[in-house]
């Protein structure tokens, strides 16, 4: 049975390496619909990668950020591209651009790992995220990711816990969630 791509556009949230990326390409593709990691259009509009304009400023980066999501985002009066947005993981913490997503007519989808998992695959990356380079980045991960959890669960219409799921186990999971999500959108 196929579920018809739903009538708003969809935006993956959650931690760094909870599958955001992948899962939302695999998402699309089954809807026949477009794709786009945030950080690959901040990098488009910017010319600099998301990681480069955090180490010159976090601020600047958030503005980035901020700004490539407003670029996404159709006023409420306006019908939206119907499109999977994957969200960069920190995005919890922009306030400019939460206040984008709390006006957005869309469908927040928050994929759920442990601070341990997460802190496995950063690990596998071999290239800690500029915010990590601390004295103790485990520390420092785990403080950020429990703080960020808290606020992405409130944040989210629907939480999918994707622990040990790969993207074509998420996109099932989240086929199934959007078809009993019936809840008005805010």
Known sequence: MSIPA?????LLTGPKHAGKTSTGRALA?????????LDELIELKTGSSPRNLYTQSPERFRKAEAKALKSLMPP???PGRIQVIAAGGGIIDNEE???????ADLVIIYLEVS????WKRICQAKMLPPFLNTDNPQETHTILHRRRAAAYKSSAHIKIQAEALDPEQIVKEIILALDRFSEPMP
Do not use: H, N
């Open 97 to 103: 651009a939460m206040a984008v997503l709390k006006q």
């Open 76 to 78: 409420r009066t306006e």
């Open 6 to 10: 739903p009538s708003r556009p969809i």
């Open 115 to 118: 601070a341990e998992t997460a």
């Open 29 to 37: 593709r089954y809807w026949g619909i477009d794709f786009i990691d």
